[in-house]
């Protein structure tokens, strides 16, 4: 457990969400009844409608607030993580979405666990970020942040991608896949794990390797230091997409070149006091659960 002090808190929303207004609202008025300062993200506050408290960019949550607390689902902080980690401002996630591995307070404990949270009675953990650039002829033409996984992959019609994997300058393999992940530990829960991939807990220090339905079976996942750099250069195949936290995406083209390596930057994230990554996974994933260690919430 940490102590800490807050005196403005950000509150954001998931876009184009019903019924997500009023625990806002009443979230809103409870934080500022306890001594407060609450400010709304400007699209959050637009589509709730709130007014009365000051409505900012992320930007500027990002100079003026210390915490922001999120209601929504993982992919709201992927996106909200991204843009605030060079502020360094902790996040606090309550889960309106679906399986919420970092949006870890339900809606009913909402009320209860934010303000002791917000009064200094929480658990702190850095999550890594990557941070990725395409190179063409020798230029850089693209950079983006990725907080669950940077992926390759070939469009829905089109044949196998052929990449050629280099890590620290050596190479690796060339590899015929749908595509290659390159995840953080937080993403080795989401699009990874779906191809095969292993859970990394959080505070490993690496990332993973993992190929998306690979022609040849040897090809198999590995973990990396993450002081690692991978390049991944695109040799054939064609209509290949790069995705980050697959919130954004740009085309590459032949002799491409994907550098991926860990950002200096890392997302803060708040969880309650007792916060259990085990039992995250074991609600989340359906593990089998001892009778005494059953998830009442």
């Not at 902790?90 to 666990?113: A, C, E, W, Y």
């Not at 230091?225 to 590459?252: C, E, H, L, W, Y």
């Not at 491409?256 to 708040?270: A, G, K, N, Q």
């Given at each position: 457990?940490?102590?800490?002090?807050?005196?403005?808190?950000?509150?954001?929303?998931?876009t184009?969400?019903?019924?997500?207004?009023?625990?806002?609202?009443?979230?809103?008025?409870?934080i500022?009844?306890?001594?407060?300062?609450?400010?709304?993200?400007?699209?959050?506050?637009?589509?709730?409608?709130?007014?009365?408290y000051?409505?900012?960019?992320?930007?500027?949550?990002?100079?003026?607030a210390?915490?922001?607390?999120?209601?929504?689902?993982?992919?709201?902080?992927?996106?909200?993580?991204?843009?605030?980690?060079?502020?360094?401002?902790?996040?606090?996630?309550?889960?309106?979405?679906?399986?919420?591995?970092?949006?870890?307070?339900?809606?009913?404990?909402?009320r209860?666990?934010?303000?002791?949270?917000?009064?200094?009675?929480?658990?702190?953990?850095?999550?890594?970020l990557?941070?990725?650039?395409?190179?063409?002829?020798?230029?850089?033409?693209?950079?983006?942040?990725?907080?669950?996984?940077?992926?390759?992959?070939?469009?829905?019609?089109?044949?196998?991608?052929?990449?050629?994997?280099?890590?620290?300058?050596?190479?690796?393999?060339?590899?015929?896949?749908?595509?290659?992940?390159?995840?953080?530990?937080t993403?080795?829960?989401?699009?990874?794990?779906?191809?095969?991939?292993?859970?990394?807990?959080?505070?490993?220090?690496?990332?993973?390797?993992?190929?998306?339905?690979?022609h040849?079976?040897?090809?198999?996942?590995?973990?990396?230091?993450?002081?690692?750099?991978?390049?991944?250069?695109?040799?054939?195949?064609?209509?290949?997409?790069?995705?980050?936290?697959?919130?954004?995406?740009?085309?590459?083209?032949?002799?491409?070149?994907?550098?991926?390596r860990?950002?200096?930057?890392?997302?803060?994230?708040?969880?309650?006091?007792?916060?259990?990554?085990?039992?995250?996974l074991?609600?989340?994933?359906?593990?089998?659960?001892?009778?005494?260690?059953?998830?009442?919430?």
């Amino acid at each position: 457990m940490e102590i800490g002090q807050f005196k403005t808190v950000a509150l954001v929303g998931r876009t184009n969400t019903p019924g997500i207004e009023e625990p806002l609202a009443s979230l809103a008025e409870l934080i500022a009844s306890q001594g407060f300062e609450v400010v709304f993200e400007a699209q959050t506050a637009k589509e709730v409608g709130v007014t009365g408290y000051p409505a900012l960019s992320t930007a500027e949550i990002g100079a003026r607030a210390n915490v922001a607390v999120v209601l929504g689902g993982d992919g709201t902080m992927l996106g909200l993580g991204r843009q605030l980690a060079p502020y360094k401002t902790p996040l606090i996630g309550v889960n309106h979405g679906r399986l919420g591995f970092i949006t870890d307070i339900s809606l009913k404990q909402m009320r209860d666990l934010v303000p002791q949270m917000l009064a200094g009675c929480f658990e702190r953990e850095e999550r890594t970020l990557l941070e990725a650039r395409i190179v063409r002829d020798g230029k850089p033409i693209y950079h983006a942040l990725a907080f669950n996984d940077v992926v390759v992959n070939r469009s829905g019609f089109s044949g196998m991608a052929e990449l050629r994997v280099s890590v620290d300058g050596h190479f690796m393999y060339d590899q015929r896949s749908d595509g290659l992940i390159v995840a953080t530990p937080t993403g080795s829960t989401a699009y990874s794990l779906s191809a095969a991939g292993p859970i990394l807990h959080p505070e490993l220090q690496g990332f993973l390797l993992v190929p998306i339905a690979p022609h040849s079976l040897s090809n198999r996942p590995i973990v990396l230091p993450d002081d690692s750099k991978v390049d991944i250069q695109i040799i054939g195949g064609r209509d290949v997409n790069v995705n980050f936290d697959m919130q954004s995406f740009t085309a590459v083209e032949l002799n491409d070149t994907i550098e991926v390596r860990r950002s200096r930057h890392t997302v803060p994230v708040l969880h309650p006091v007792g916060y259990s990554y085990f039992a995250t996974l074991r609600k989340k994933l359906h593990w089998n659960e001892h009778p005494s260690q059953e998830d009442a919430s």
